[in-house]
């Protein structure tokens, strides 16, 4: 079965710290792309990155990391120096060979000044 | 370019009420979905539609109806409001069935009372 697990709900740091959010998932498909997307407190769904299977070079965009590791099935996103602006709901998503996007339930971040 | 819109951006119903969801874009699009989003979940999958004229089930399709009468138009619609229904409703559309990025819409907030 296709699935994506977030298992941390919600996590809470201080600004400047760094922060990592835990994604796990499970498919049968040998191809298939990951993503991670934003949900601010505006409630708008704003993307940030996709990964295809094939690609397990790690990523970094500014304070934002990702470590993809297809032998433990994860896809790990980390804020670098976390600021009160990146607090939201962050959501790891799977696409399947249906080109279906499956969610995981989502990680809500507080970032406290 | 607009980008995806929907229309409205809140609405309360009561018990057996029927309306219609708006999704448009602009952007030539041939996949479009629908889903909804529930408190400590990700979104699910209710439709989705590969081109004009053709729609097909996701995960969570009972009490939903679609079309797809044009490149640019989704419409949802509810056939007899439950209050189960009461839900954040997501449009997102992409370029094509191959291509990965989703692009969403604000999102429409349901209360079926």
């Known amino acids: 079965a296709q699935k994506v697990t977030q298992a941390q709900t919600e996590i809470s740091v201080v600004e400047k710290e760094d922060v990592t959010l835990d994604c796990v998932y499970e498919t049968r498909d040998t191809t298939y792309y990951l993503f991670w997307y934003k949900q601010p407190p505006s409630g708008e769904l704003v993307f940030l990155i996709r990964r295809n299977s094939f690609d397990e070079q790690n990523e970094i965009s500014g304070r934002y990391s990702w470590n993809f590791q297809k032998s433990t099935s994860s896809f790990n996103f980390t804020i670098t120096a976390s600021q009160v602006v990146d607090s939201a709901v962050y959501f790891c998503?799977?696409?399947?060979?249906?080109?279906?996007?499956?969610w995981g339930a989502g990680t809500k971040l507080i970032i406290k000044p | 370019n607009a980008g995806v819109t929907q229309t409205p951006k809140f609405q309360v119903l009561k018990t057996g009420q029927s309306m219609t969801l708006q999704c448009a874009q602009d952007m030539n699009h041939e996949y479009m979905s629908w889903y909804r989003q529930d408190p400590g979940m990700g979104l699910r999958l209710i439709h989705y539609?590969?081109?004009?004229?053709?729609?097909d089930q996701g995960e969570v399709p009972n009490g939903y109806n679609v079309s797809r009468s044009t490149t640019e138009d989704f419409p949802l619609r509810l056939l007899s409001a439950a209050p189960s229904q009461t839900s954040v409703y997501f449009c997102a559309s992409t370029p094509s069935i191959g291509t990965d990025t989703q692009y969403f819409g604000p999102g429409t907030r349901l209360t079926v009372l």
């Open positions: 539609s590969v081109g004009a004229g053709i729609t």
């Open positions: 998503a799977l696409r399947d060979s249906n080109y279906q996007l499956i």
